[in-house]
């Protein structure tokens, strides 16, 4: 781990959500290390120190999220940054210990708030920008690249219409239809960490006042075709 790197300690058995997590990170300035149990946090935090951060899941098996924290700050005195993987954000026994309670799927803000915290200087933005990566997909394929580009043609093929149906239902002033087609098209957009694209549709989904939903409508499908456009100039075979 280079210096400018921040070390994050990742609990939670899910090992498709350890994935997602670490997708939203640049391994330039993060060092993600994951586990599917606290007792294997609490070793290595133990044998290398505590880290910049420690996400930790509420029910972390054999011990819960409590249990662990309470057992690092006996042993070792632990007095990190913690955020807790909850079922719900009414988890009063764990949040009191925590700098922030977060649900999955993991949500745009609450990825804002951790790279907030630990003071993250968003190397990408001073790259060429980019409307898609691809750094879940290869975690997801181990390998395959048949897995990636068919991932990638289910985006292109259907997508498209899901947008299309989002626009006219706003042309005809359904709202609540709207909302409820961002919140289904939203994890496309998040599988290719566009989060710009996610978050608009969380908007809409969730947040948007009647005044705000047509420049959100216009915004995602600017969005939207940049990424067509980059997929099928990168691919020319989709």
């Not at 706003?170 to 709202?175: L, Y």
Request: charged share 25%; net charge negative; proline share 3%.
């Amino acid at each position: 781990m280079t210096a400018a790197q921040k070390h994050i300690i990742l609990v939670d058995a899910d090992l498709e959500a350890q994935v997602r997590f670490k997708s939203n990170f640049s391994s330039k300035e993060v060092e993600i290390i994951a586990f599917t149990s606290g007792m294997g946090a609490i070793q290595y935090i133990k044998q290398t120190g505590a880290p910049d951060l420690l996400v930790l899941e509420e029910a972390a098996k054999p011990l819960g999220a409590v249990q662990t924290l309470n057992y690092l700050k006996d042993q070792i005195a632990f007095t990190a940054p913690v955020v807790v993987i909850a079922e719900n954000l009414e988890e009063d026994a764990i949040a009191v210990q925590a700098q922030k309670v977060i649900t999955k799927p993991f949500k745009c803000e609450d990825i804002a708030f951790i790279k907030e915290l630990l003071m993250l200087k968003e190397l990408a933005g001073a790259e060429e920008e980019k409307y898609y990566k691809l750094d879940y997909l290869k975690e997801l394929a181990e390998g395959d690249t048949d897995f990636i580009k068919e991932s990638l043609k289910i985006f292109i093929q259907t997508v498209p219409p899901q947008i299309e149906e989002l626009t006219q239902n706003h042309a005809s002033e359904n709202f609540k239809q709207v909302g409820q087609v961002a919140h289904a098209v939203k994890p496309s957009f998040e599988m290719l960490q566009n989060y710009k694209a996610a978050k608009i549709c969380d908007d809409l989904a969730h947040h948007a006042q009647p005044d705000e939903i047509e420049h959100l409508v216009h915004q995602l499908l600017q969005e939207h075709q940049h990424i067509i456009t980059s997929l099928k100039a990168d691919f020319s075979d989709l």
